[in-house]
């Protein structure tokens, strides 16, 4: 079921996540079911849980190819339960994002370059994989919402923040 996507000034999406308490469950699958489904019709490249308002540390994340994001390599579609996120390095990058919760704005944030993740997959598997690039950017991305925190928060140059439309006019008149 394709479920309404908290914006940002909503409360819900400031508050921290709790632990998912069973995996695997019916309750967890039915969450997954509903994620990927309003991701899918959102054309996001990830979702938190507390985004469509369920305060649980859940993500998925994952595009082969996305037009909001044309120039993104390929990242593997992922469901993470209960993520902890190392960085490797002490390495950071700037780069654009955007969000499902803060519409039609992008931003320059900078993020760790490289890290670690582990999880459970729905299953109960331990999930564990060292990334870099806009694979560790998504993810870190889709675990803040898992803390309360939205991208612009990480921001320190607001004036590399606006509307996609005005930043970047030629992916507007190409339909991305």
């Known amino acids: 079921m394709i479920r309404e996507i908290l914006r940002m000034g909503d409360p819900r999406l400031l508050a921290p996540s709790a632990p998912v308490a069973k995996v695997p469950s019916a309750e967890l699958d039915a969450l997954l079911a509903d994620m ?6 959102a054309d996001g ?3 938190a849980a507390p985004q469509i308002g369920v305060p649980l540390r859940v993500v998925i994340f994952g595009i082969d ?3 909001r994001y ?5 990242v593997p579609y992922t469901e993470l339960v209960n993520p902890d996120l ?18 039609g704005l992008r931003g320059v944030v900078r993020r760790c370059s490289r890290l670690r993740y582990e999880g459970l997959d729905p299953s109960g598997q331990t999930i ?11 993810v870190q991305h889709e675990c803040d919402h898992l803390d ?4 612009p928060m990480r921001m320190t140059d607001f004036s590399r923040f606006g509307f996609t439309d005005v930043l970047f006019p030629e992916a507007a ?3 991305a």
């Open 86 to 103: 190392t960085p490797l390095g002490g390495e950071t990058e700037e780069g654009w994002e955007g969000c499902l919760s803060v519409p």
């Open 70 to 74: 044309p120039e993104a390599p390929p």
């Open 128 to 138: 564990r994989r060292e990334v870099d690039g806009f694979h560790a950017r998504v």
């Open 65 to 67: 190819f996305n037009p």
């Open 45 to 47: 490249a990830g979702l």
């Open 148 to 151: 309360g925190i939205l991208y």
């Open 36 to 41: 990927r489904d309003t991701m899918r019709a």
């Open 173 to 175: 008149t190409a339909g």
